[in-house]
């Protein structure tokens, strides 16, 4: 079995990993980069739109792998595609690839993509899934390669790990991981019963360098919250990505132990009822506990799912938790109401805000977009405070990074999805670190 790392060896996000044996070939995650590919200093701001696939392919958005491209005559096609998580990062590519390459990811991981779809444009549809189940081996097609997945604790829902067998070898590739979020538990299963005989270790090291960075875990950061709700005593705007759906949990048990009413929009609620699962706070007649959980019908998105008839059970399900902005307004402190950016005049609609805060429960960077920065600078003008603090990662802190290491016991490490690759060599012996297109024997 060889190994091609065609980009993540050098920075964070545009994961792509090609496994070759024989005349096969599979690929891991298919990410769109966050950094531009001619200087990986500067982030990505190229608008893709109308973009051909050679177009791409020559900017080096695409990576040079052969069969995988549609519209470009390259060779025979890829065999498949391994999907770890439903993070653009990892799947954003999936629009460019051919047509009949089968995409082997959970069933959680295609809920969410599906239901983002029509949110997220253009959208990524997959054509012929098929599911991987936690430690459920699964031969990949005609191909000798056998994946096993590893469901992980991440802030994407449905992240899988994934061990590869073909040709005697066996690679473990984590995808993004963390050991102190609500499923905490799977890390410390994988922890306490690894996979054996790893040959090579493809291991995210998102954290490292970040000197910032902390393991507190959902729960911890629910109290924090619940301090925060009783410390404002006007209106608090939540700005939170609607795939997390750890932190949306982890707000509406902090709303519900404080008396507060968690506020969704559409798009949020749309993601979690299409996780289908009974545990998580989700529009529809089996959530038995619907004074903690509303629903804000903000323009944008109601008329984005409008125009979507897939949509119509969303709404359906939606309208019995529906609020308006004149009951929010009635009595501002009580409510929690998830932010963005884009609907911020349909909350200036609330009224007066009272003693406010805006909770930036994602990862601080972001802050310094200069979208964010408007944003920021319209909400001071009302006299919003803004908190930063209460977030924690979706990435695995340096203490459990070493800790998955010492399990799996790799005979050689490689990092990925890094950009401290060097700090790897503190945490284990054999380190090989490669370079983006080069070729290797697992």
């Not at 998580?85 to 990892?90: A, E, F, G, K, T």
């Not at 306490?192 to 090291?205: F, K, S, T």
């Not at 729960?219 to 301090?227: A, R, S």
């Not at 799996?408 to 490669?434: G, N, R, S």
Request: charge should be positive; glycine fraction near 8%.
């Amino acid at each position: 079995m060889n190994l091609i790392i065609h980009r993540g060896t050098q920075e964070i996000g545009g994961t792509l990993i090609e496994l070759l044996s024989g005349k096969s070939r599979i690929i891991l995650d298919a990410g769109l980069p966050l950094m531009d590919p001619g200087d990986k200093t500067k982030k990505l701001t190229l608008n893709l739109r109308g973009k051909t696939t050679k177009q791409l392919r020559d900017l080096g958005i695409l990576p040079a792998v052969r069969g995988l491209w549609a519209g470009l005559d390259d060779g025979p096609s890829v065999d498949a595609v391994l999907l770890s998580h439903p993070h653009q990062d990892h799947y954003g590519l999936l629009r460019y690839i051919r047509s009949g390459i089968p995409i082997y990811l959970s069933a959680d991981t295609l809920r969410i993509l599906n239901r983002s779809n029509v949110f997220i444009k253009p959208g990524v549809q997959v054509r012929d899934a098929q599911f991987l189940n936690h430690r459920k081996p699964k031969r990949v097609g005609e191909t000798p390669f056998t994946v096993t997945p590893y469901t992980m604790d991440h802030s994407a829902y449905g992240a899988m790990a994934f061990l590869i067998e073909a040709d005697g070898k066996r690679l473990f590739y984590t995808g993004d991981f963390r050991g102190h979020g609500r499923k905490a538990a799977l890390f410390e299963e994988l922890c306490a019963e690894p996979p054996r005989r790893i040959d090579r270790l493809l291991i995210e090291g998102t954290t490292l360098g970040s000197d910032s960075h902390d393991d507190k875990t959902e729960g911890q950061l629910e109290n924090e919250l619940i301090k925060a709700f009783r410390q404002y005593s006007g209106l608090k705007l939540v700005s939170v990505s609607g795939q997390n759906i750890d932190r949306l949990v982890t707000l509406y048990r902090a709303c519900k132990r404080s008396g507060r009413v968690l506020v969704i929009d559409l798009y949020t609620a749309a993601i979690l009822e299409g996780t289908k699962r009974s545990s998580i706070p989700h529009p529809g007649p089996d959530w038995r506990d619907a004074k903690h959980l509303r629903i804000l019908f903000t323009k944008k998105y109601e008329q984005i799912l409008q125009k979507n008839p897939s949509y119509d059970e969303v709404l359906d399900l939606s309208e019995p938790f529906r609020i308006t902005q004149d009951e929010i307004g009635r009595d501002p402190g009580r409510h929690v109401v998830i932010f963005r950016d884009s609907c911020l005049d349909e909350y200036t609609a609330i009224g007066d805000w009272g003693k406010a805060a805006l909770i930036y429960s994602q990862w601080k960077g972001y802050m310094d977009e200069p979208a964010f920065q408007r944003t920021a600078a319209k909400l001071k003008t009302r006299g919003v405070d803004i908190l930063s603090h209460l977030h924690t990662s979706g990435h695995a802190s340096k203490a459990h990074i070493s800790r998955l290491i010492e399990a799996l016991a790799p005979k050689v490490l490689t990092p990925i999805h890094t950009f401290h690759a060097d700090a790897f060599k503190e945490l284990w012996p054999k380190v090989e670190l490669l370079e983006d297109g080069m070729p290797h024997e697992v």
